[in-house]
C-alpha cells in the first residue's frame, strides 16, 4: 500500500496544483504565444495526435487569442524533425511563418517549458496538448517560469488513448523532480529572437 501511495503520489501533485488553468479552447484566456508541444511524425507529417494539437493551436490563432505559437520537439537525427514538420502544418493552413517559431531541441516536456522561457522569453502562454498531458506540461511550464493556461485536446479512448495515459504515471514522477531540482536542459544555447519577431509583427498588424 505504501508502495502504490509513493507511486501516485506525483499524479495526485500534478491534480491538485492545476486550479482552473486546465480547459478548452473556447475557455482559453488570451495569451502572447500558445506552445504546442511534439507528438509524433508519420511518414514525415504530423501524427493524427499531432495534427489535432496544431488545430486547437491553429483555432487560438483565428479567434486572436494567441498572436504567436511556438512549436517544440524533437530534431535528434536528420531524418526527423518535427518542428519543422509542426511549422509547415500551421503555415499550410494559414499562419504567417513569422508567426510560428520553431524549437527544435524540445526533447521532452521538461526541456520544451524551461527553453521556452530561458532561450525564447516566453512569460505567458497557452499550453496545447492531449488531456492526458495537459497536467504535466502545465506543472512544468509553472515551474519554469511561465503564467500557462493549458488546452486539452480530447481524443478517443482507445488504446492509444490508454498507452498515453499510462506513460503519465512515470511522467508525474519525473515531472515532481523536474519542477524541484530544476536541471539545465539537454541543450541551452543562446537566447532566441523568434518569439520578439512574431511579436513584433503581431503589433505591426
Keep these: 500500500m ?10 495526485a ?38 495534427a489535432h494539437r496544431l488545430d486547437a493551436a491553429l483555432t487560438l490563432y483565428q479567434q ?46 521538461w526541456d520544451s517549458c524551461t527553453r521556452a522561457h530561458r532561450i525564447f522569453g516566453v512569460d505567458r502562454a497557452v499550453l496545447v496538448s492531449q488531456t492526458f498531458h495537459v497536467r504535466r506540461a ?15 485536446v480530447h481524443e478517443p479512448e482507445d488504446v492509444t488513448w490508454y498507452y498515453g495515459g499510462l506513460r503519465e504515471i512515470p511522467g508525474a514522477g519525473k515531472a515532481a523532480l523536474n519542477a524541484w531540482l530544476r536541471p539545465d536542459p539537454r541543450f541551452l544555447g543562446a537566447k532566441e529572437p523568434g518569439i520578439t519577431k512574431a511579436l513584433t509583427d503581431a503589433a505591426g498588424h
Design 138 to 152: 502545465l506543472a512544468l511550464c509553472q515551474a519554469a517560469g511561465i503564467d500557462s493556461y493549458a488546452v486539452g
Design 64 to 109: 486572436h487569442k494567441v498572436q504567436a505559437i511556438l512549436v517544440t520537439g524533437d530534431n535528434s537525427r536528420d531524418d526527423y524533425d518535427e518542428p519543422d514538420a509542426m511549422q509547415a502544418y500551421l503555415v499550410g493552413h494559414g499562419v504567417p511563418e513569422v508567426r510560428v517559431v520553431e524549437d527544435y531541441a524540445g526533447f521532452d516536456t
Design 13 to 50: 501533485w500534478l491534480r491538485l496544483s492545476e486550479g482552473d488553468r486546465v480547459g478548452t479552447v473556447e475557455s482559453a484566456p488570451e495569451a502572447p504565444v500558445a506552445v504546442v508541444f511534439g507528438a509524433g511524425l508519420f511518414d514525415g507529417e504530423p501524427s493524427p495526435y499531432l
Design 2 to 11: 505504501l508502495l502504490s501511495v509513493v507511486a501516485l503520489a506525483p499524479s
